[in-house]
């Protein structure tokens, strides 16, 4: 790893860290810095709805769906609303592609990012008080400043992304992006309101005895996952699957694993979506030296042909992942 990477030390907070490592951002701006602030502090009052959800009414279904056709909790829709008022009210992001819109928003012409955002992923565990998260993905727009956002601007390949990140609502909140050196883990501080490095330069270890993969659907899984699956069990591996994408990686980062969405009879390209789940996973995995694949190739190199195309992903520790690929 080389000695950019390292930062601050343990403790260092968000708003220091990010100032004191402005030069480690592509095309070092501060408008990116900015950036990354405002998705923080969106972070800090989702936190806050998220923690008071069995107190107040905000629990349950809305009764619409979202693009995917899944029935939106009333917290996605919140988190969704966050998550974009402040990335319109900061003026640096030019469209906003998100889990819960049809079609991406367009912001600010003058805006030089493009952020791809699952508000709130796993929010079927929402009612059930299991953790939850958000991903989010920051790209560089293509076409000039000023000018109307154009297909290639949103459609960029996951190598393309500048930063990306997530949020885990857990037992405590962390914030885990990378800026392409090295993966950076903040905890939450509730009380003084703000995020603390506490995890520098996560490393996934590059082998792991831990699966992830919803095995209610083993019948209809492709012959060579029902293979790896067998393989792990005559490992003694141990199965762990919380059900909430964030959490499952954010495990398998610090532990070492493999978490699988593969092909099913519901979903023959897997469930999750590239733009604003798989990506953003993909890069931090290999920023920690993890992979991620679709099974055949490698995440970052798919080119989306749709906002909310679907892929098949396979994403954790390196060994795990070359493994369930060779079958
Ligand atoms: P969501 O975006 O509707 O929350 O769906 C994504 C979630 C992931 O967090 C999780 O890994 C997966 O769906 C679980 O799906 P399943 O219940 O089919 O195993
Ligand atoms: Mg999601």
Do not use: W
Request: net charge negative; hydrophobic share 35%; charged share 20%.
């Amino acid at each position: 790893m080389e000695a950019s990477r390292i930062a601050l030390p343990i403790g260092t907070a968000l708003d220091r860290f990010i100032k004191n490592n402005q030069d480690q951002f592509a095309y070092a701006s501060g408008e990116l810095s900015q950036l990354l602030r405002d998705i923080a502090l969106a972070s800090k009052v989702v936190n806050r709805e998220v923690n008071k959800a069995g107190l107040i009414d905000i629990m349950g279904p809305m009764g619409s769906q979202n693009t995917a056709g899944d029935e939106q909790q009333k917290l996605d829709v919140l988190a969704n609303i966050r998550f974009t008022r402040a990335l319109t009210k900061g003026g640096e992001a030019c469209a906003l592609i998100s889990e819960e819109s049809e079609s991406f928003a367009d912001l600010n012409n003058d805006g030089k990012y493009v952020i791809a955002i699952d508000p709130l992923d796993g929010s079927s565990n929402i009612d059930v008080n299991v953790s939850i998260g958000t991903i989010f993905s920051i790209y560089r727009r293509k076409s000039e400043i000023g000018t109307p956002i154009q297909e290639n601007d949103i459609l960029q390949r996951g190598s393309e992304q500048i930063v990306a990140g997530y949020v885990l609502y857990g037992s405590s909140t962390m914030m885990v992006f990378t800026t392409g050196h090295g993966v950076q883990g903040f905890t939450y501080e509730p009380s003084l309101g703000e995020y603390f490095l506490s995890h520098p330069n996560m490393q996934m270890p590059e082998e792991g005895k831990i699966y992830s993969i919803n095995e209610g659907s083993y019948h209809s899984f492709p012959a060579p996952v029902k293979g790896y699956i067998e393989y792990c069990k005559e490992k003694n591996y141990t199965g762990r699957y919380i059900g909430s994408l964030v959490a499952d990686f954010h495990r398998n980062l610090l532990k070492g694993g493999i978490y699988i969405y593969p092909p099913t009879a519901k979903d023959p390209n897997g469930k999750l979506r590239l733009m604003y789940e798989c990506n953003a996973l993909a890069f931090i995995a290999e920023q920690a030296g993890g992979k991620a694949s679709d099974g055949k190739q490698r995440i970052l190199d798919i080119k989306p042909t749709t906002l909310h195309q679907r892929v098949p992903f396979f994403v954790g520790s390196r060994k795990m992942v070359e493994k369930a690929e060779s079958l």
